[in-house]
């Protein structure tokens, strides 16, 4: 198929030839066709980006040739020209799918503008399509239901969600504030054979103790002064697919007992109910507290836990998996540009070692917001080290230790990895050129590689 940037489409001749000559001056090759039927053959011989087309034309009118070309070339852009126009003649215009509308007679200047801001959105569609696309094959790659990562530990977390998904198994998911617990609990639901039931989430944290237990087994009315109707609980809603209770150590004691028995006995008894309730509900729990302990000093029951320990799945900090940095990082760059509106296209080289020597407290969540803030503030195609706001915070490893540790020989080691690791990064992993920089023989880099397990 040929192509042309500008189909002109008027019953005017010297209109036409007019616009003909003036868009191929500017830059924009162009052909003409009398009325929308010779335009809508036109366009099936030829690829047009841009169709300038008249609203009173013979045979087929410019509205007519508007809503046809739209339904075969919906991807088109169209601006409509007319010397009859009115207000309401191009409102409806724009409903039926026009970019513009021109009032003729029109100056050669407007209609080069009105080009002109098509074109931008036409390159902002075509780079917002490119960033999806960049997201989607990150996503492919990188991801399991829309988790990123590469790393080995996060690889055999995967696994396991695999091999959990199908089966009933009550699993504890445990790690770090914002390393992602929800994630992995949606992803064990929607692998599995109860995905096209309900995922009911509660915080068991975010809930007051005196609300908690009507929150999760429902009550009837007259249960208490403002039950004023029966209200089924978040087992009963989550009835035949599954509830995640997110920081169950944040369980009060007395409804840990409770929660045993529903366990135990798969049903429920509504506050105010004299009658117990069957539920089908895989339980998936999560926390971000050590339950070893909290069971050892009597805070957490054990019999409770080992019903819900069965299986347990361990989302590792951000700092102890640096290689899915970079990865995740990416990932938001790419996301927050479609979303802001950015074109941002990566970190600079200075940028990069901060965010591998950063302790990351706040793991992947902290990640996102950071990149998110970055990605709004950034001026220039790259994200610079001040765009990050990390200020006196991003310290490496040897720096940001518990401040009781005092070794020396710890600190010397963790600050010649966080070199080492640097060096690497700023010379995209060539030995020789780092070996340079870091005034080390390349035998003797190649080494400390190996000790301090640094991998690419």
Not at 188 to 201: C, D, E, M, N, Q
């Amino acid at each position: 198929m040929n192509r042309e940037r500008v189909l002109v489409v008027d019953d005017e001749k010297n209109m036409r030839h007019m616009l003909e000559l003036m868009l191929g001056k500017a830059g924009y090759p162009s052909r003409s066709a009398a009325d929308g039927m010779e335009a809508l053959d036109l366009m099936d011989k030829t690829d047009f980006e841009f169709i300038l087309c008249d609203l009173r034309m013979p045979r087929m009118d410019g509205m007519t040739f508007l809503m046809r070309a739209r339904e075969k070339f919906p991807d088109k852009t169209y601006i409509m020209m007319s010397a009859y126009g009115t207000l309401e003649t191009a409102l409806e215009a724009m409903k039926k799918g026009a970019y513009d509308y021109i009032s003729k007679p029109f100056k050669t200047d407007e209609v080069l503008l009105t080009l002109k801001k098509a074109e931008e959105r036409e390159r902002l569609k075509a780079e917002n399509t490119m960033l999806r696309t960049r997201i989607s094959e990150i996503e492919k790659k990188y991801s399991f239901n829309n988790i990123i990562a590469r790393s080995e530990v996060m690889a055999r977390v995967f696994e396991l969600v695999k091999t959990v998904a199908d089966h009933d198994t009550t699993v504890l998911i445990t790690g770090e504030s914002g390393t992602g617990k929800e994630l992995i609990a949606k992803a064990i639901h929607s692998s599995g054979g109860r995905a096209k039931y309900p995922l009911v989430t509660v915080n068991c944290g975010g809930i007051p103790s005196g609300l908690m237990e009507s929150e999760l087994f429902g009550f009837k009315k007259g249960a208490f002064t403002d039950a004023v109707r029966d209200k089924p609980g978040l087992f009963e809603q989550a009835n035949g697919g599954t509830l995640f209770l997110d920081e169950i150590g944040e369980l009060p004691y007395p409804l840990q007992v409770k929660l045993l028995r529903v366990i135990q006995e798969r049903e429920i008894t509504p506050l105010g109910g004299s009658h117990a309730v069957k539920v089908d509900v895989r339980l998936l729990t999560a926390t971000s507290r050590n339950l070893d302990i909290e069971t050892a000093e009597g805070r957490f029951r054990e019999d409770l836990y080992y019903r819900i320990n069965v299986l347990r799945i361990h989302l590792p900090p951000l700092r102890e998996r640096r290689g899915d940095i970079p990865l995740l990082a990416g990932y938001f760059i790419s996301l927050f540009n479609a979303k802001l509106g950015k074109s941002i296209e990566g970190l600079s080289s200075e940028t990069v070692p901060l965010l591998m020597e950063y302790q990351w407290p706040g793991n992947v969540r902290e990640l996102e917001n950071i990149m998110e803030k970055a990605v709004l503030l950034a001026r220039g195609k790259w994200i610079t080290p001040n765009d990050l706001g990390l200020g006196g915070t991003a310290q490496g490893p040897y720096l940001n230790r518990a401040p009781d540790d005092l070794s020396i020989k710890r600190a010397t080691r963790g600050l010649e990895k966080s070199l080492i690791q640097r060096a690497l990064i700023k010379t995209g992993w060539n030995k020789s050129q780092a070996a340079k920089l870091l005034e080390l023989s390349r035998p003797m880099l190649l080494l400390k590689i190996k000790d301090y397990g640094i991998k690419h």
